[in-house]
């Protein structure tokens, strides 16, 4: 009795701390996929695409091992992973490019490594906490800037200059945020990256696969760049998992040499190698896919603004509510009603600002999307 109630005592903080994001409706719990799809990021339907699943099964039949079995510097190094590497720097017009196991660790493999001690990071202040992390357990000097604001960018590294920086500055922004669904401003970036001799980060998480010729993003103008890394992740528009950085040669043979969580994690499954390769042949060889989700973009444009609100002009489009109780429960009121629509609270996203987070995917038609806003705006009048 005593060992176990000595064992709960133990657990006293993270139960006190538990309560504490209970009394400000900051509590998360897992629930299950139902009703219609606008929470995922599978924007083209690709996760269930029947080319991906045979594609898979080929490379099953064919003798594709299902796990990598160790670090790709050891026996993990299969020759799917060397396949769709090769084919993702043709894809995107660059030297390299190397296969990661998911965005999260991508970002935080790259921002951990290539920057080094003496150099600066500006982080947009809204970019992915996966960067944050990164950037914070690097060697390099951090600075935040202004969401979406080059001039903010050149203020925080000549700040840092005036400071005596004496490194390389690495801008590092996404290319289409997740939580707003509005671009960066990638020209004025790169214009003030040439300025200061600085590296531009781009992590095209929600854009690839959905913007650019053939699918290749939004950074394709500067992609392939000596100065300039780009992050693909596979698990959103592509439908696998996973996630891809290009960049030149040499940073890439940097990050297989030095890069810790490159080195010592267990290689992705060459499954889902095979599967990635596949998306990026569906995403260059069907365009309609893209011309379908920009109709359904247009479409829920339109209704958000009949109900007085902007429009992000992108897939991903926020209804900021605000409190965090009014936002989860308008969240329940929808999945209620069969739409399966999520709620985002602080610290996700800014304090006060916990709004619906509206993901637009070829799981759904117009028909779905109409549906979805006859019943929002039913519902948002019922709150306010």
Known sequence: MNRRANGRALLDRYEASLRGLARKDRLRSLSARQGADFASNDYLGLARSSRLAEAVAAALATGTPVGATGSRLLRGNDPQHESLEAKAAGFFGTERALFFGGGYVANFAVLTTLPQKGDLVVLDELIHASAHEGARAGRADVAEAAHNDASAVDDAIRTWRARGGAGRPWIVVESLYSMDGDRAPLGELIAVADRHDA???????????????????????????????????????????????????????????????????????????????????????EPERRERLAQLVTLAGKRTEELGLPASGSQILPIVVGDNARAMALAEALQSRGFDVRGIRPPTVPEGTARLRISLTLNVGEADVSA?????????ERWQ
């Open 372 to 380: 979805l806003f006859d019943a929002l705006a039913e519902e948002w």
């Open 199 to 285: 590296f531009l980060f781009v992590d095209e998480a929600h854009a690839t696969g959905v913007y650019g010729a053939d699918g290749r993003g939004l950074a394709q103008d500067f992609e392939g760049r000596d100065n300039v890394v780009v992050l693909h992740t596979c698990g959103k528009a592509l439908g696998a998992s996973g996630a891809l950085v290009t960049a030149p040669a040499v940073l890439c043979d940097y990050l297989v040499n030095r890069c810790r969580p490159f080195i010592y994690a267990t290689a992705p499954s060459p499954l889902m190698a095979v599967a990635a390769a596949a998306a990026l042949d569906i995403v260059a060889q």
